[in-house]
């Protein structure tokens, strides 16, 4: 299975790494996840995997995800994500599934829910400069100006293209973060440490998962890195 995990976001801190250089890092409870369904290209068309997050009291879920949770032998869980899979996995329903799965891996992508901002205007949503700040400006100086000029019919017709940027609510949004580095694992706790900030309020939902798009170079022996930072100097 690509190593992904459900998880809670905490904060933010700082570390130290090995040169003694200040990593900010957010704090994220990753699992333990429990298997609550596993799908094969057989029953189901496709292969994945379902993860259950959070134990919950059976009062706070409902009948059919009672029962759903149920069948893996598992309690009622308050999160569930599917994780598609290009080939069969190993793991049967049930199974507990925790931070170790990110061992060897160096990047992560997130996703989350960002924060919602409300209704917003357009300096603050889309960083628009505003009107002049005097000589005549009166009660306008953070409108967005002038929108006849991106209407369909170029003035005949009152009707904005769509995707014009405008006022409007902002924040709220589904949001992926992509090639975060993964600084440090604690098993004990079930604790991710990764570097920069992450999407949403402190104890919101997180989908954490090996990136896709992350080159990592490879590492040349010290030998090597000597030579080619004398040919640099030369």
Known sequence: MTPA????????????????AIVPVTVVLAGPCNVTQVKTLESDGYNAVQL??????ARYSTMPLIGHAAKAGVGPMRHFHEI????????????????????????????????????????KRHHFGGQPGSHGTERKHRSPGSIASHATGRGECGKPKKGLRMAGHMGAA??????????????QQNLLLIKGALPGANGSLLFIRKSI??????????????????KKKK
């Not at 259950?52 to 009291?57: K, V, Y």
């Not at 589904?174 to 098993?187: A, E, F, S």
């Not at 798009?213 to 004398?230: H, L, N, S, V």
């Open 5 to 20: 995990l459900l998880g809670k976001k905490l904060g933010m801190t700082r570390v130290y790494d090995g040169r003694g």
């Open 52 to 57: 259950g997050f959070e134990d919950i009291r």
């Open 84 to 123: 598609r899979l290009k080939d069969a996995t190993t793991l049967v329903a049930g199974v507990a599934v925790n931070v170790e799965v990110f061992k060897d891996v160096k990047f992560v992508d997130v996703i989350g829910k960002s924060k919602g901002k409300g209704f917003a205007g357009v300096m």
């Open 174 to 187: 589904r949001v992926t973060v992509c090639n975060h580095p993964l600084v440090r694992i604690d098993v």
């Open 213 to 230: 798009t992350a080159k990592i170079k490879a590492e040349q022996p010290k030998e090597a890195a000597g030579k080619d930072a004398r």
